[in-house]
């Protein structure tokens, strides 16, 4: 009974995460998020989310600190191993990225890439 009472649970979880309104809900927070964490603008065009273990960001934009393009995903696939609530982290068994662009650069009178500021954050 247990088992079938978390087989529909998930199925039912599983299914309002495939609603357009849910993607575009956890899209405009996935950017609001990053955003804020990483002081600089982000873009996200969509969200796929697979079967739990699966999640495709469409068109992703990511600006440096001075505000020019540091890197556009057409789509960043992302296969989680897991999720640890004491230290709130997220494992990645797989990551994929098509059609990457990265606009690497020193900014003038600096040291670092225009890209370190993510590094540092993560």
């Known amino acids: 009974m247990v088992l079938i009472v978390l087989i529909v649970l998930l199925s039912t979880a599983y299914a309002l995460l495939r609603l357009p ?30 079967f739990f273990n699966r999640v495709i960001i469409e068109e992703l934009y990511v600006e440096d600190l001075s505000l020019d393009t540091l890197a556009y995903f057409e789509k960043l696939h992302l296969g989680f191993n897991g999720f640890d609530h004491d230290s709130m982290q997220v494992s990645f ?14 900014l003038d009178g600096e040291n670092r890439l225009n890209l370190m500021f993510i590094i540092d954050h993560f």
């Open 21 to 50: 309104m849910v993607q575009t809900y956890l899209t405009t927070k996935l950017t609001v998020q990053l955003s804020e964490d990483l002081n600089t603008r982000v873009q996200v065009g969509g969200v796929d989310v697979g």
């Open 93 to 106: 068994g797989e990551i994929r990225l098509d059609g990457p662009k990265f606009f690497l650069r020193r």
